[in-house]
């Protein structure tokens, strides 16, 4: 986590050098999922006799194939509502709104360490139960949670935006309904793929991730109105799409 929000750090110095604008702060936010790849070098032997396990590079490359394609469905919006020719002005809007919201999966990103080895230890004993009744119970929470960030963002959504950051800045309602909705099911789905992490069953875990890249991209192209409501409807979409398919993938054997 330290070493993705330093390379984000250092690359929003970079861009923001070279190109003065809000679309390279989106690049800069895309860019540190890669950041992943600098943790190829870590690797813990305790000296104990273990297990055989899947070759690392098999397991390194679904997880940077994943973490890569959430990151991008997570901190794409504003170089996608560029793309839409959405103005400047709507592009600081989406990336505020997309940025402020995005602290429950934050807390998320800092948490998941903590819960990683218990779900080791079950993957070790073989307890498939438990792993899918935790993916159940985490699954149906973040359905739960989704709507009830949805009805959040449309009640409240723009005045919490205009309130810490200026009117100015604040998006539509049904912007902030579908941004906050699919932000609460992508801290869902990243809580879910952990169970897919431990088990080592990470080319599942992109798959999922890609899957909901693929609808998002889908969406976009298929969805009508502004660019700032394309881009929130296709994320929402994208997001309950992954939760979806990494519930499948973790629960099938």
Do not use: C
């Not at 750090?9 to 923001?16: E, F, T, W």
């Not at 600098?38 to 000296?47: M, P, T, V």
């Not at 103005?87 to 990683?116: E, K």
């Not at 139960?129 to 409240?156: M, S």
């Amino acid at each position: 986590l330290i070493i993705e929000s330093l390379a984000r750090l250092l690359a929003a110095v970079v861009l923001l050098r070279l190109v003065h604008d809000a679309a390279s702060l989106g690049w800069a936010m895309v860019f540190g999922g890669f950041a992943v790849l600098a943790l190829g070098w870590w690797r813990h032997d305790s000296g104990v006799p273990q297990e055989s396990s899947a070759p690392a590079s098999k397991f390194l490359s679904g997880y940077v194939v994943g973490t890569s394609s959430a990151q991008l469905l997570l901190a794409g919006a504003p170089l996608a509502v560029a793309a839409l020719g959405g103005s400047p002005a709507l592009v600081s809007i989406i990336f505020v709104t997309f940025t402020l919201y995005r602290a429950p999966l934050t807390l998320i990103f800092s948490l998941q360490g903590r819960i990683l080895p218990y779900l080791v230890g079950l993957a070790r004993e073989a307890n498939h139960g438990q792993l899918v009744r935790i993916t159940t119970r985490v699954v149906l929470g973040g359905v739960a949670l989704a709507l009830a960030g949805a009805a959040v963002g449309w009640l409240v959504g723009p005045e919490v935006v205009g309130l810490l950051y200026g009117q100015e800045y604040a998006p539509s309602a049904t912007v902030a309904m579908f941004a906050a909705g699919g932000v609460m099911a992508a801290s869902a789905a990243q809580v879910a793929s952990q169970v897919l992490v431990a088990e080592g069953r990470t080319s599942r875990l992109s798959w999922a991730w890609l899957g909901g890249l693929v609808v998002a991209i889908v969406v976009i192209l298929l969805a009508g109105g502004e660019p700032d409501t394309r881009v929130a409807v296709a994320f929402a979409a994208g997001e309950v799409s992954a939760l979806g398919l990494m519930a499948y993938l973790a629960i099938r054997r």
